[in-house]
T-cell receptor, first 116, second 114 residues
Framework: KAGVTQTPRYLIKTRGQQVTLSCSPISGHRSVSWYQQTPGQGLQFLFEYFSETQRNKGNFPGRFSGRQFSNSRSEMNVSTLELGDSALYLC???????????????FGQGTRLTVV | QQQVKQSPQSLIVQKGGISIINCAYENTAFDYFPWYQQFPGKGPALLIAIRPDVSEKKEGRFTISFNKSAKQFSLHIMDSQPGDSATYFCAASIEIGGSYIPTFGRGTSLIVHP
């Protein structure tokens, strides 16, 4: 059974540009969540999608957005990149609820974004 | 504002020893407490989780101890092995709109010497 696949694995962008990251969940998983991981702030919840609808959003500016397609694949977009957006962006999928009591969230390996 | 405080930041133990990582939370609305293990270049993986109505949960060499009144919980790794060397994150989750949204601790880098 294939795991969560994130593409690309590494990305270098210039300040002011925008970027789109992709996440393919485990087959059958309908919930996809995104997280930002940095040395300074640790792991922080970005947003969660279920059945193409954003159900929850973390405390991030509007430059961070996402969407989910009918096949549960998800993309996140960051516009007007800032140096502080350099981070490992992780995607996690679960059968239904994100990281719920009875539903484990499986993480991908992440996309390492560097903004220069 | 750091809602989940994790300590220590790093931990070195000898093979066969006990590794103990502590977390404290502030929001009493949290009601699901998972621990994740992350190896370099990999995403976090769920290790073990507990609900606040249970004071202890054990799975193999890993045990969570939970103290609801003190708003603290800890991970104990018995008979620590070099393969346990990884970064460990505690989290406290709250249900919002049918989903559990986690707040993570800053992580503990564990090194187990052979």
């Amino acid at each position: 059974k294939a795991g969560v696949t994130q593409t690309p694995r590494y990305l270098i962008k210039t300040r002011g540009q925008q970027v789109t990251l992709s996440c393919s969940p485990i087959s059958g998983h309908r919930s996809v969540s995104w997280y930002q991981q940095t040395p300074g702030q640790g792991l922080q919840f970005l947003f969660e999608y279920f059945s193409e609808t954003q159900r929850n959003k973390g405390n991030f500016p509007g430059r961070f957005s996402g969407r989910q397609f009918s096949n549960s694949r998800s993309e996140m977009n960051v516009s007007t990149l800032e140096l502080g957006d350099s981070a490992l962006y992780l995607c996690a999928s679960s059968l239904s609820r994100a990281a719920g009591v009875d539903t484990e969230a499986f993480f991908g390996q992440g996309t390492r974004l560097t903004v220069v | 504002q750091q809602q989940v405080k994790q300590s220590p930041q790093s931990l070195i133990v000898q093979k066969g020893g006990i590794s103990i990582i502590n977390c404290a939370y502030e929001n009493t609305a949290f009601d699901y407490f998972p621990w994740y293990q992350q190896f370099p270049g990999k995403g976090p993986a769920l290790l073990i989780a507990i609900r606040p109505d249970v004071s202890e949960k054990k799975e193999g060499r890993f045990t969570i101890s939970f103290n609801k009144s003190a708003k603290q919980f800890s991970l104990h790794i018995m008979d620590s092995q070099p393969g346990d060397s990884a970064t460990y994150f505690c989290a406290a989750s709250i249900e919002i709109g049918g989903s559990y949204i986690p707040t993570f601790g800053r992580g503990t880098s564990l090194i187990v010497h052979p």
